[in-house]
Every structure is written in C-alpha cells, then in structure tokens.
C-alpha cells in the first residue's frame, strides 16, 4: 500500500528471518554471552551463528546468564568499542579447539578497547592452549586477556571507585616433555612464541589478578609478554 514499508521476512521480535540480524533500533549493546560467542569490529559485531554482521557502534555491556563457567568467548578485530564486563565467567582452559576463538577467552587482536568492569561484578577468564608437534615451535597458549602488539587496552578510568574485579588466567600448551604459558593479560605464546610481544595496557581502576596458567617449563608473565 501507498506509503507503508512492508518486510514480510520479519519476525515479530524484530529481526530479519532470512540472517536473523536484529533492526537498527532494536541494538543496543546489551549482550549476554550465554547466547554465543561475540566478534566485535570497528561498524558491529557477531555473535554465536549469526550470518551477518550486525551495525552498532556504541557501547557495550557483555554480562552472563547463570552461575555456570562458558565457554563462549570475546573477540574484539578493530574499532574503538567501550566494553562493561558485568560478571562474565569464561573458561576455555581445556578446550580442545585450535583457533582464537576456542582457545581464548578474550582477544584483542586489533584496535583500542576501554574495559570497565561494572560496580561490584567478578569476572573471570581462564584460557586455553595446545601443542601440534613435540617442539617448542608446536605450541600455542593463549593469555587470558590476549592484547596482541598493535592493539591497546585501558583498564576502567579513576572515577570508577567501586569498580568490579578481574581474574585472568593464562593457557597452558603441553606435548611431551614441553610445556609452555600465556601472560594473565598481555601476549599469547604462538607457535614458538611468534606472538608473545603484546600491545599497550592501561590500568587505571578495579581490582585485576593476572597470571599465567603454566606451572613449568616457559612461563608467560602475569601482565606481560608471554
């Protein structure tokens, strides 16, 4: 009819049938993690078995149904995105994946995220890793809050009096007799270490336990290089 839009692949909770991506102003940031994974980029994000990339470019707040550890992850590409966590407990330390996304529970591996960590929240990530060949160039062990050189992380800002806390746990990789760990926060040892160097971190308010998951051989930094 004359001046009316009709979608008939709409569903009545706004969202295209064909890609299941939600319309614009049904966006708001709001993400509970239980619902899958979230790849977040400079114009939007995905998340779980999303085919499309839904557009946003404000900010986040990644919160958790349930009491439950899971093993959905973070994954942040590009952008400038500001992200509240609000007690997410993600633990893919015995994943048996081989990508970024199975074995780490929050990546940065590209642009310049502000973490908050809401009032009074715990959050927990404890990554994973793994070994391809009995040397040292066979294993990958993810931080737990991998920052790879060229991103940057700031940590809250100084207003933030009651700010949550964050516990971050490095991935062990083993095979063999070799063994070898990702930093708490910071670099992730890939492959012999091709990634171990890490971008810049900012800490500014909350209270933050790092430390690498390896109990032998080459361990990572809390917060640092793996």
């Not at 899958?36 to 939007?44: A, F, H, K, P, R």
């Not at 992200?83 to 591996?109: E, H, K, M, Y």
């Not at 990634?195 to 930094?221: E, F, L, V, Y």
Request: charged share 15%; hydrophobic share 30%; with cysteine.
């Amino acid at each position: 009819h004359e001046g009316e839009c009709v979608l008939p692949d709409s569903e009545p909770d706004g969202t295209n049938a064909i890609n299941a991506v939600p319309f614009a102003d049904e966006v708001d940031g709001n993400l509970d993690l239980t619902d899958g994974s979230i790849v977040i980029t400079s114009t939007g994000y995905l998340q779980g078995n999303m085919a499309e990339e839904t557009p946003y470019v404000g900010d986040y707040t990644i919160s958790q149904s349930g009491d439950d550890a899971t093993t959905n992850t973070i994954s942040v590409n590009s952008g400038n995105p500001i992200i509240t966590l609000n007690s997410v407990n993600i633990d893919v330390s015995d994943s048996t994946g081989s990508d970024v996304g199975q074995l780490c529970a929050f990546s940065i591996t590209g642009g310049n995220v502000t973490l908050k960590l809401a009032n009074d929240s715990q959050n927990i990530l404890k990554s994973g890793g793994n070994g391809t060949s009995e040397a040292w160039n066979g294993l990958t062990a993810y931080a737990g809050l991998w920052v790879k050189d060229g991103a940057t992380l700031t940590i809250g800002d100084f207003s933030d009096n009651n700010a949550g806390s964050l516990t971050a746990t490095g991935g062990v990789a083993k095979y063999g007799v070799y063994e070898a760990g990702g930093a708490g926060i910071g670099g992730s040892y890939i492959l012999g270490g091709s990634d171990g160097a890490m971008g810049d971190i900012t800490i500014n308010s909350g209270t933050i336990i790092a430390s690498s998951g390896d109990k032998g051989g080459r361990t990572g930094a809390g917060l640092g290089k793996a």
